[in-house]
Structures are given as C-alpha cells and as structure tokens.
C-alpha cells in the first residue's frame, strides 16, 4: 500500500490479514465505520463490513463531494464520474452537508447503543478532504459566514 493512494476503479486493496476491529469482535466489541474507506472495494471481501465492521456509513473512496455524495477521479488515463451512492444515504436529503450526515450517524450510534456493551467507533471525515475538480472547497453558507475575518474565500470555505 505504499505510493500514490488508492484510485477508485483500481484493483488493488489492502492485504489479506485481520485488522484491530476483527480482534475487537472476538473481545466482543460491535464495530461501526462512518465515512472515509480508502482501502479497496474492486471485490467485496476489502470493503469494511467484510474487514470486521458490522457497519459502515460513508464512501469507499479517497474523497466524495461534499453535497451530492459524487466521486470523479481518475480512471487510468482519463477523468470519469462515478456515483457512490445512488440516493442519499438513510435519512438524508441530497442537500445534506456530508460532515453533518457522518456527523449525525455517529451521535445515533452512539446514542442507541447499549452502555453495558463494548463500541468501537471509527469516523473518518469528508471534511479535512478537498471534493472534486469544479468544487474542491464545500460548506454551509452559514458556517462560511463565521469566518468573515478570513480574507480569501478558499481558505474561509476550507476553515
């Protein structure tokens, strides 16, 4: 897994071998993952849910934009479009900030599991991530405006 990160439509993932959430299901731990994957989906057997997670809300790739939940990345030598999800995820409308969806399904997991219960957590946020070309930067209009004092606008969107 050394080198340039994972394209979208590579055939390559992480290697075979158990990783801590798997270690944790045998210490009896439910396992959850929201967001950011990154780590192979070209067959079923790298995504979360077959690595020991007994969940995963979020996105197999590098990066999603921020509203409409749409990878464009590179496919070999040219540019492609590929849609992650073909409707939003549950509970959410196309106009859901996806660091307010990842967000949100953390505190529900949270929130609805049982104290007396082992939880192992992991959240990878969309949101120390650029989107795609076109629309790299992505936020609230309502949080851009907390950041006024922030003269360029990237930086303002980014902050």
């Given at each position: 897994?050394?080198?340039?990160?994972l394209l979208g439509?590579?055939?390559?993932?992480?290697?075979?071998?158990?990783?801590?959430?798997?270690?944790?299901?045998?210490?009896?731990?439910?396992?959850?993952?929201?967001?950011?994957?990154?780590?192979?989906?070209?067959?079923?057997?790298?995504?979360?849910?077959?690595?020991?997670?007994?969940?995963?809300?979020?996105?197999?790739?590098?990066?999603?934009?921020?509203?409409?939940?749409?990878?464009?990345?590179?496919?070999?030598?040219?540019?492609?479009?590929?849609?992650?999800?073909?409707?939003?995820?549950?509970?959410?409308?196309?106009?859901?900030?996806?660091?307010?969806?990842?967000?949100?399904?953390?505190?529900?997991?949270?929130?609805?599991?049982?104290?007396?219960?082992?939880?192992?957590?992991?959240?990878?946020?969309?949101?120390?991530?650029?989107?795609?070309?076109?629309?790299?930067?992505?936020?609230?209009?309502?949080?851009?405006?907390?950041?006024?004092?922030?003269?360029?606008?990237?930086?303002?969107?980014?902050?």
């Amino acid at each position: 897994m050394q080198g340039y990160p994972l394209l979208g439509a590579e055939p390559r993932g992480l290697p075979p071998g158990k990783l801590l959430p798997e270690y944790l299901r045998d210490l009896g731990y439910t396992n959850r993952a929201i967001g950011k994957w990154h780590l192979g989906f070209y067959k079923r057997e790298l995504t979360p849910t077959y690595r020991g997670f007994d969940s995963h809300l979020g996105y197999w790739t590098g990066f999603v934009s921020y509203y409409d939940y749409i990878l464009q990345d590179k496919t070999g030598n040219s540019t492609g479009s590929t849609s992650v999800a073909t409707s939003p995820w549950p509970g959410t409308s196309w106009d859901n900030y996806a660091t307010d969806v990842f967000t949100d399904e953390a505190v529900r997991l949270i929130s609805n599991h049982r104290e007396t219960e082992p939880l192992f957590l992991y959240l990878a946020h969309l949101a120390p991530h650029a989107g795609n070309k076109g629309k790299l930067l992505e936020a609230p209009q309502e949080v851009i405006n907390k950041f006024d004092y922030i003269a360029d606008p990237n930086r303002r969107t980014y902050a």
